[in-house]
T-cell receptor, first 117, second 114 residues
Framework: AQKITQTQPGMFVQEKEAVTLDCTYD???????LFWYKQPSSGEMIFLIY??????QNATEGRYSLNFQKARKSANLVISASQLGDSAMYFC??????????????FGTGTSLTVIP | KAGVTQTPRYLIKTRGQQVTLSCSPI?????VSWYQQTPGQGLQFLFE???????NKGNFPGRFSGRQFSNSRSEMNVSTLELGDSALYLC?????????????FGPGTRLTVT
């Protein structure tokens, strides 16, 4: 069974500092995709970053980077230079990459990040 | 390009009633997935539709159903509502091809069952 674990229900970070949000996953599939989404209080899920299981380099998107350690099955999100607008829930998700099974995503329970001025 | 839209945004129903939620995907996206989000259970996958066919289904009772139209718009229906169905229902669409197959979410429909 596929499983995503986020062990930090809440995190605090000082503005302009970096923060790491943890995510571990469990799958027996050889091919999969890992995603991070941000959900502000408005409710909409915002796609942040993607890492494919066969990607050799860690993904980066602006201030977001994904620390992918395949052997440890971890996909931690690093946010650099935190801003007040980064305060939100953050979800780690995994997608099985199989053209026959379609798009089924598995989400973690989320981490609530609060940026302190 | 317009994003994923969901209607209505807020809904209040009473137990035993039924409800239909609508989702319009991003233009060109053919895959639409539905999720239920509650504080206790988190985000749970309901089902996915692709080209008018249900391709995946989560572990929800038969009271939850959906369909997709030829223009890729999707509806989900919940019959005989229960208090536990109160949740944020999120719809997401995916592009037809691409390595990431990321999902783009709509703003959600917040359903309250009283």
């Amino acid at each position: 069974a596929q499983k995503i674990t986020q062990t930090q229900p809440g995190m605090f970070v000082q503005e302009k500092e970096a923060v790491t949000l943890d995510c571990t996953y469990d799958t027996s599939d050889p091919s999969y995709g890992l995603f991070w989404y941000k959900q502000p209080s408005s409710g909409e899920m915002i796609f942040l970053i993607y890492q494919g299981s066969y990607d050799q380099q860690n993904a980066t998107e602006g201030r977001y980077s994904l620390n992918f350690q395949k052997a440890r099955k971890s996909a931690n999100l690093v946010i650099s230079a935190s801003q007040l607008g980064d305060s939100a829930m953050y979800f780690c998700a995994m997608r099985r990459i199989n053209p026959n099974t379609g798009n089924q995503f598995y989400f973690g329970t989320g981490t609530s990040l609060t940026v302190i001025p | 390009k317009a994003g994923v839209t969901q209607t209505p945004r807020y809904l209040i129903k009473t137990r035993g009633q039924q409800v239909t939620l609508s989702c319009s995907p991003i233009s060109g996206h053919r895959s639409v997935s539905w999720y239920q989000q509650t504080p206790g259970q988190g985000l749970q996958f309901l089902f996915e539709y692709f080209s008018e066919t249900q391709r995946n289904k989560g572990n929800f009772p038969g009271r939850f159903s959906g369909r997709q139209f030829s223009n890729s718009r999707s509806e989900m229906n919940v019959s005989t509502l229960e208090l536990g169905d109160s949740a944020l229902y999120l719809c997401a669409s995916s592009p037809p091809q691409g390595q990431a197959y990321e999902q783009y979410f709509g703003p959600g429909t917040r359903l309250t069952v009283t």
